[in-house]
T-cell receptor
Framework: TQLLEQSPQFLSIQEGENLTVYCNSS?????LQWYRQEPGEGPVLLVT?????EVKKLKRLTFQFGDARKDSSLHITAAQPGDTGLYLCAGRGGGSNYKLTFGKGTLLTVNP | DVKVTQSSRYLVKRTGEKVFLECVQDMDHENMFWYRQDPGLGLRLIYFSYDVKMKEKGDIPEGYSVSREKKERFSLILESASTNQTSMYLC????????????FGPGTRLTVT
């Protein structure tokens, strides 16, 4: 069974601060996705990374896939209250193109 | 605009009742999924379907069954609801590719009393 460990579980910061969320596993994933979920809604995809060492930027969000494709990080620069939400990493692996293994999530609160 | 809809946002049922949760997608996706989401446990896959009438068990199928009679519709059935099935249920759909995202519905918060 593949597992994804996310840390921290909770994060409460002030507007303008930077933060990093980590997603780690002992298993290799063929690709990794990050989703954000707002209260009362389903998760929405932010990014997909597929190549070891890949870095993708989405405005103030930077996503990195580890060289060995076992871990990933999400860095937010100058966080805003609109970034508040549950951030979930999800990996595909083991020859399955359809099944995602989700981490437990990081609940981020950005205070104005 | 792609859409996954779930039949109810909130549902309250009694222990022992048969419960149907319905999910419809308008994107012609082959794959559909049912997850439950609980605090501290994250999203856990209950069942998924990769074609009409085809299904496979996920990580926690016990106490649940599913039905997919049409490509756009995937139903989750709790044959005899129990209090430990109180949870948020999320439906999702996707295509087959490595890059393909799962599109989620808004969720159904089920309370079993």
């Amino acid at each position: 069974t593949q597992l994804l460990e996310q840390s921290p579980q909770f994060l409460s910061i002030q507007e303008g601060e930077n933060l990093t969320v980590y997603c780690n596993s002992s298993s290799v994933f063929s690709s990794l996705q990050w989703y954000r979920q707002e209260p009362g809604e389903g998760p929405v995809l932010l990014v997909t990374v597929v190549t070891g060492g890949e870095v993708k930027k989405l405005k103030r969000l930077t996503f990195q896939f580890g060289d060995a494709r076992k871990d990933s990080s999400l860095h937010i620069t100058a966080a805003q209250p609109g970034d508040t939400g549950l951030y979930l990493c999800a990996g595909r692996g083991g020859g399955s193109n359809y099944k995602l293994t989700f981490g437990k999530g990081t609940l981020l609160t950005v205070n104005p | 605009d792609v859409k996954v809809t779930q039949s109810s946002r909130y549902l309250v049922k009694r222990t022992g009742e048969k419960v149907f949760l319905e999910c419809v997608q308008d994107m012609d996706h082959e794959n559909m999924f049912w997850y439950r989401q609980d605090p501290g446990l994250g999203l856990r896959l209950i069942y998924f379907s990769y074609d009409v009438k085809m299904k496979e068990k996920g990580d926690i199928p016990e106490g649940y069954s599913v039905s997919r009679e049409k490509k756009e519709r995937f139903s989750l059935i709790l044959e005899s609801a129990s209090t430990n099935q109180t949870s948020m249920y999320l439906c999702a759909s996707s295509l087959w590719g490595e890059m393909d995202e799962q599109y989620f519905g808004p969720g159904t918060r089920l309370t079993v009393t």
